[in-house]
């Protein structure tokens, strides 16, 4: 559905579905009902005083101008002052409690929604854009905020003020409440007229504000490359022009809510107006006296107040709303993989590695691989080798099941991996890419990523520094300014690509597991980088299985067995010397590397 269509049909949604969305957020304050309830209770006592007030100064008002009674008066003024005390205190506890659960709630929902995301499976981010994803756990999570911490604090408050100064203006003179009753169908309908459009545009802010945080994190996270090609301004352009987006839809829904807001206000001092003249008939004729009338006027003033508060909090409840949405569209969307009901912890690994019949498709229809077979023995090395888009990353990821066969099964020492838990399989294997994820924390730090225990300083420092060793990383790590504790800057900017990678065996080292996975390890690296990472490649993988990517046939010359794919099949296996007695595939990838005699390239 387009964008457009999508807010056209936000636009006409009913007040249900807004408050069917709430519900959703409300639910969550559940576990925390005990603080719920004493804020309740106090807002309630507050309220309950501050419509007392008003009687209080209707008896001040009389004793002035029909009693004429000082010691009255005095007691009043006491009475009065001792009524704002507790309204205030009431208030102030039923306030902090009710925004202690509101903060509560969202801080759950952030949580909730941060867990979920990483329950998704790969694909579920490669559809996506990061941008967009840390708009939801940001900005659409700050609506709900607002909505749930200061808005909702205020309606309760609101709805009580209004309920009450209806029921008692109605006690003191029927016929002046005629005068607010009228105006209520109006302001109900203005709320129903705009609380959709807003919360339409609402959304619409929502889903450009998360396009706005998308293109800049783009352009930020590759800004070697933007500044490279001189694209600077291109980028600006492009930020601007989407911000510009969002300023218009903004713009748009600040001139629905300032008409909305404005057109309550109108109707309510028109009511006023219509009050203190009414009033003052009632009064000249003996039917109401002047306290009376103040006390009524005060409760016309708690009503326009409340309901002027009120259309403010629905357009809030509006935005919330929408933000809601996308958060549960989000929350709803069922991971592509789970483990199984009756899934169970893998057992320590050994390292044989099986596929049967193994085919697997990104999109239906379209198989990736196919009819894949293969058998690995515990610490056997096996390279995959062919040409871009043959398959081979993607066979790859199906170890540890990134992504699960539409047909066929792997195994792992005899286990179907459909049968075990995520999580008990990739503790036991280790990844080394080309592309080096670090985080933007200190050398030692990324390295001890490796094992969850390593959290124990008396023991992981040991065994950080023999990981380092073994990856060949200690020398260039105890040269730094704070050597294990450098920060390495966001995805280790601040390392050269062949530093980055040693920290990243080193962790994988650390991790000590019996199934690794080297991804083009060391395809980007220069000739000096590239000695010193396949010497730690070469410990790293001693009696380990192991499954290679690389381009560079020269790396895996020496693997135990060579699996050649193309266009998602193994067409040829064998050893290197084996295949390159064979005319196909791997022969003539060869000879364009190794040019050697004999063999025409191509």
């Known amino acids: 559905m387009s964008e457009a269509a999508s807010s056209s049909e936000d636009s006409r949604l009913r007040p249900e579905r807004l408050w069917a969305s709430l519900r959703r957020i409300f639910r969550r304050a559940w576990p925390y009902r005990g603080r719920l309830g004493a804020a309740v209770a106090l807002t309630v006592l507050g309220a309950a005083v501050a419509l007392v007030v008003p009687l209080g100064l209707r008896e001040l008002v009389d004793a002035v101008f029909q009693d004429e009674n000082r010691a009255l008066l005095d007691t009043l003024a006491l009475v009065l002052v001792g009524l704002f005390l507790a309204r205030s205190a009431a208030a102030f506890g039923g306030k902090y409690l009710l925004g202690w659960t509101g903060e509560r709630v969202v801080a759950d929902l952030r949580q909730e929604v941060y867990r979920h995301l990483h329950r998704q499976s790969l694909r579920f981010f490669e559809d996506r854009r990061t941008g967009d994803l840390t708009s939801r756990l940001t900005n659409d999570v700050g609506s709900v905020r607002s909505a749930v911490t200061d808005a909702l604090p205020n309606l309760l408050t609101q709805s009580l003020s209004l309920v009450g100064s209806v029921g008692l203006m109605v006690v003191l003179n029927w016929r002046l409440s005629l005068i607010i009753f009228l105006i209520v169908p109006a302001v109900t309908g203005l709320a129903v007229y705009f609380g959709r459009k807003i919360r339409g545009l609402a959304r619409d802010i929502q889903d450009r504000l998360a396009d706005t945080t998308a293109v800049a994190e783009e352009a930020l996270a590759a800004i070697r490359v933007v500044k490279a090609f001189a694209r600077s301004d291109y980028e600006v352009t492009r930020y601007n022009d989407a911000v510009e987006d969002l300023f218009g839809?903004?713009?748009?829904?600040?001139?629905?809510?300032?008409?909305?807001?404005?057109?309550?206000?109108?109707?309510?001092?028109?009511?006023?107006t219509a009050i203190f003249w009414y009033g003052g008939i009632e009064v000249l004729a003996g039917r109401l006296t002047e306290g009376d009338l103040v006390a009524f006027v005060f409760y016309a003033f708690n009503i326009a107040r409340s309901v002027g508060s009120m259309s403010q909090l629905y357009s809030t409840f509006n935005s919330a709303a929408g933000a809601t949405e996308r958060l549960f569209a989000l929350l709803d969307a069922p991971p592509a993989l789970e483990d199984a009901p009756d899934a169970t912890p893998l057992s320590p690994l050994e390292g044989r590695v099986r596929l049967q019949d193994v085919t697997f498709a990104y999109e239906e229809g379209r198989p990736v691989l196919h009819d894949l077979s293969m058998d690995v023995v515990p610490g056997e090395t096996v390279a995959l080798v062919g040409p871009s888009g043959a398959g081979k990353s993607t066979l790859m990821s199906l170890l540890p099941r990134f992504y699960a066969p539409q047909s066929g099964r792997v195994f792992v020492d005899g286990h179907d991996l459909a049968t075990v838990t995520r999580r008990s399989?990739?503790?036991?294997?280790?990844?080394?890419?080309?592309?080096?994820?670090?985080?933007?924390?200190?050398?030692?730090?990324?390295?001890?990523?490796?094992?969850?225990?390593?959290?124990?300083?008396?023991?992981?420092?040991?065994?950080v520094?023999?990981?380092?060793?073994?990856?060949?990383?200690?020398?260039?790590?105890?040269?730094?300014?704070?050597?294990?504790?450098?920060?390495?800057?966001?995805?280790?900017?601040?390392?050269?690509?062949?530093?980055?990678?040693?920290?990243?065996?080193?962790?994988?080292?650390?991790?000590?597991?019996?199934?690794?996975?080297?991804?083009?390890?060391?395809s980007s690296l220069d000739s000096a980088s590239e000695a010193l990472v396949q010497e730690a490649l070469e410990r790293l993988m001693e009696g380990r299985t192991t499954f290679i990517i690389a381009h560079r046939l020269s790396t895996v010359q020496n693997a135990d067995?060579?699996?050649?794919?193309?266009?998602?099949?193994?067409?040829?296996?064998g050893t290197h010397a084996e295949l390159m007695q064979e005319e196909g595939l791997y022969r003539r990838l060869a000879s364009y590397q190794f040019r050697e005699p004999g063999v025409p390239a191509g």
């Open 249 to 272: 839809t903004a713009r748009y829904r600040v001139l629905v809510s300032a008409l909305f807001e404005s057109g309550v206000g109108l109707l309510f001092f028109a009511a006023l």
């Open 561 to 573: 067995r060579l699996f050649v794919l193309d266009e998602g099949r193994i067409v040829q296996r």
């Open 425 to 463: 399989l990739r503790e036991q294997i280790a990844l080394v890419s080309q592309e080096v994820q670090l985080f933007n924390t200190t050398i030692g730090d990324n390295i001890r990523y490796g094992r969850r225990d390593a959290a124990d300083a008396a023991v992981t420092d040991a065994a």
């Open 465 to 522: 520094t023999d990981a380092a060793r073994a990856a060949n990383a200690h020398a260039f790590i105890v040269d730094l300014p704070e050597g294990y504790d450098t920060a390495v800057g966001e995805r280790g900017v601040k390392l050269s690509g062949g530093q980055r990678q040693r920290v990243a065996i080193a962790r994988a080292l650390l991790r000590d597991a019996r199934l690794l996975l080297l991804d083009e390890a060391t």
